[in-house]
């Protein structure tokens, strides 16, 4: 593992409530992040905001790297950067030593701009782009091959650039235990096993063994590393125990054809996290009995040891992915009450939408709502919380909260990952600033987006302008 390079010890804040360990509610009743009060920092910076919690984030990666420090001998983090691909995000994990998973160009050119040890990178995709092979090549990266025809483009761009390929080969599981276990629809509908084998992601056997004896014959590529990632939104230890089993039955398989031994495994991410009030799909997936890192790490690292034992095969070095683990309880998403109207039911607008919180609306996701200001005071009712958009613009349908009052706050708690990096413009609304606290200070770390970047972007032709503006000739 990366040694990091700037990694200060951490210390929770003593906080009443706790929803994360620097996540809630300090000593004037309000929700608290990291030392700050979330409703100074949304007068300070404005609604719609998200907050991240630098402590927090630092904490989670740890918490990950030792659980799995405990039970394996050579582990790899590499943050998965799409959960958010902030450059603020992307230098606190250089300095805690975690390397990175990245897609496409301009991710991996912001983890390249921030500084990332390109060794500790992985690039994933499924339709690579030249310019994108040839940026992973000049750094160094480890390509993880998902195509056909991705090896003889990688070798002709190697060739060109004159560099040794680091390579990697996406698999696709077989995953036959996983057959009748459900999860959340993340990739369609269906079994654990269903979802995996109709995603575009991953070789056959027969592909793997195919591109590993054609890279074996040609000179400058290096092959590092099997790979499989399978988003799940869970946390059930034995589902990730079966695809990292599987992962060593398949490099017993490319020994036994190839003579070569994936001497690294990278079992992905989708691992999520435990809170004692329930996160996820429908508040199902977590509880107070939520398994943690640790849990995770015991049962993936034991399918690993046992299998590679069986099969005689030398443990190999691992490599995780994870993501929303990591970046998702470190941040808070809020917005500001504006209109609360009483009829049917009571809908609460905020200038929060599922623009900005996407994942509210889609799969039943749930994120805990909290009001800000003396969060835990108040009989409740029951309300669902809407933003702005022209759809139903559900963040929270049938939320127990305490009364809520225009210029009233709600955080959405565990919001740290794939909401500013998935956010989108429907309705042309404008994109949230992101604010950084750390032990009591704060910074902005993305710019709110104003009205040029919006309007900005757009042209009219000019038969169209013609068209509207051209005065008829003068007879
Ligand atoms: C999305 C993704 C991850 C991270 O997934 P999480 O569910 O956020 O942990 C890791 N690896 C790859 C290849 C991915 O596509």
């Given at each position: 593992m990366t040694s990091p390079i700037h990694a200060p010890p951490l210390a929770a804040p003593d906080y009443a409530t706790r929803f994360g360990e620097f996540v809630g509610i300090g000593p004037n009743g309000n929700l608290w992040v990291d030392g700050c009060d979330v409703a100074a920092l949304a007068e300070a910076y404005g609604t719609p905001l998200y907050v991240i919690s630098e402590n927090q984030l630092r904490h989670n990666y740890r918490a990950f790297r030792d659980a799995f420090a405990a039970e394996y001998p050579d582990v790899e983090i590499l943050f998965a950067n799409k959960s958010n691909n902030g450059l603020a995000i992307r230098h606190i994990m250089n300095q805690e030593g975690a390397g990175g998973d990245c897609f496409g160009a301009q991710e991996m050119y912001m983890a390249l701009l921030a500084g990332t040890d390109p060794a500790t990178l992985v690039l994933n995709g499924s339709n690579k782009q030249d310019e994108e092979l040839e940026m992973a090549l000049a750094n160094g990266l480890c390509i993880n091959i998902d195509a056909e025809d991705e090896l003889d483009r990688i070798a002709d761009i190697a060739a060109r650039l004159g560099v040794v390929a680091n390579l990697g080969i996406r698999l696709k599981l077989d995953l036959e235990p996983l057959r009748d276990r459900m999860g959340v629809?993340?990739?369609?509908?269906?079994?654990l096993k269903q979802q995996s084998d109709s995603t575009k992601w991953g070789m056959t056997r027969e592909q793997t063994v195919d591109i590993v004896r054609r890279a074996l014959a040609m000179p400058a590529m290096r092959l590092k590393e099997t790979h499989f990632h399978l988003?799940?939104?869970?946390?059930?230890p034995a589902d990730f125990a079966v695809m990292a089993r599987e992962m060593i039955v398949w490099s017993a398989n490319l020994r036994d054809e190839t003579g070569w031994t994936p001497p690294t495994i990278d079992i992905g991410g989708g691992w999520t996290f435990g809170k004692w009030y329930g996160t996820g799909p429908n508040r199902q997936?977590?509880?107070?009995?939520a398994p943690t890192p640790a849990d995770y790490a015991r049962a993936v690292c034991s399918a690993i040891r046992e299998e590679a034992e069986a099969r005689g095969l030398p443990l190999p070095k691992l490599r995780l992915e994870p993501g929303r683990a990591l970046s998702g309880p470190a941040g808070v998403a809020v917005g500001r009450v504006g209109a609360v109207k009483r009829g049917a039911k009571t809908w609460v607008n905020l200038d929060l939408s599922t623009n900005h919180l996407s994942w509210a609306s889609v799969l039943d996701w749930y994120y805990h709502a909290v009001?800000?200001?003396?969060?835990?005071?108040g009989d409740c009712e029951t309300v669902d919380l809407v933003?702005?958009?022209?759809?139903?613009?559900?963040?929270?349908?049938h939320r127990e909260m305490p009364a809520l009052a225009r210029g009233d706050l709600v955080a959405f708690l565990?919001?740290?990952?794939?909401t500013e990096s998935s956010a989108a413009r429907y309705n042309a609304q404008l994109l949230p600033a992101t604010v950084l606290v750390s032990g009591g200070r704060h910074a902005l770390i993305t710019e709110r987006e104003q009205m040029k970047d919006v309007a900005g972007r757009f042209r009219v032709p000019a038969h169209l302008l013609a068209a509207s503006f051209a005065r008829p000739e003068a007879a």
């Amino acid at each position: 593992m990366t040694s990091p390079i700037h990694a200060p010890p951490l210390a929770a804040p003593d906080y009443a409530t706790r929803f994360g360990e620097f996540v809630g509610i300090g000593p004037n009743g309000n929700l608290w992040v990291d030392g700050c009060d979330v409703a100074a920092l949304a007068e300070a910076y404005g609604t719609p905001l998200y907050v991240i919690s630098e402590n927090q984030l630092r904490h989670n990666y740890r918490a990950f790297r030792d659980a799995f420090a405990a039970e394996y001998p050579d582990v790899e983090i590499l943050f998965a950067n799409k959960s958010n691909n902030g450059l603020a995000i992307r230098h606190i994990m250089n300095q805690e030593g975690a390397g990175g998973d990245c897609f496409g160009a301009q991710e991996m050119y912001m983890a390249l701009l921030a500084g990332t040890d390109p060794a500790t990178l992985v690039l994933n995709g499924s339709n690579k782009q030249d310019e994108e092979l040839e940026m992973a090549l000049a750094n160094g990266l480890c390509i993880n091959i998902d195509a056909e025809d991705e090896l003889d483009r990688i070798a002709d761009i190697a060739a060109r650039l004159g560099v040794v390929a680091n390579l990697g080969i996406r698999l696709k599981l077989d995953l036959e235990p996983l057959r009748d276990r459900m999860g959340v629809s993340m990739h369609g509908p269906g079994s654990l096993k269903q979802q995996s084998d109709s995603t575009k992601w991953g070789m056959t056997r027969e592909q793997t063994v195919d591109i590993v004896r054609r890279a074996l014959a040609m000179p400058a590529m290096r092959l590092k590393e099997t790979h499989f990632h399978l988003s799940r939104m869970s946390n059930e230890p034995a589902d990730f125990a079966v695809m990292a089993r599987e992962m060593i039955v398949w490099s017993a398989n490319l020994r036994d054809e190839t003579g070569w031994t994936p001497p690294t495994i990278d079992i992905g991410g989708g691992w999520t996290f435990g809170k004692w009030y329930g996160t996820g799909p429908n508040r199902q997936i977590d509880g107070p009995d939520a398994p943690t890192p640790a849990d995770y790490a015991r049962a993936v690292c034991s399918a690993i040891r046992e299998e590679a034992e069986a099969r005689g095969l030398p443990l190999p070095k691992l490599r995780l992915e994870p993501g929303r683990a990591l970046s998702g309880p470190a941040g808070v998403a809020v917005g500001r009450v504006g209109a609360v109207k009483r009829g049917a039911k009571t809908w609460v607008n905020l200038d929060l939408s599922t623009n900005h919180l996407s994942w509210a609306s889609v799969l039943d996701w749930y994120y805990h709502a909290v009001r800000v200001r003396n969060a835990a005071d108040g009989d409740c009712e029951t309300v669902d919380l809407v933003g702005p958009l022209c759809n139903s613009d559900e963040l929270g349908a049938h939320r127990e909260m305490p009364a809520l009052a225009r210029g009233d706050l709600v955080a959405f708690l565990d919001a740290g990952g794939y909401t500013e990096s998935s956010a989108a413009r429907y309705n042309a609304q404008l994109l949230p600033a992101t604010v950084l606290v750390s032990g009591g200070r704060h910074a902005l770390i993305t710019e709110r987006e104003q009205m040029k970047d919006v309007a900005g972007r757009f042209r009219v032709p000019a038969h169209l302008l013609a068209a509207s503006f051209a005065r008829p000739e003068a007879a």
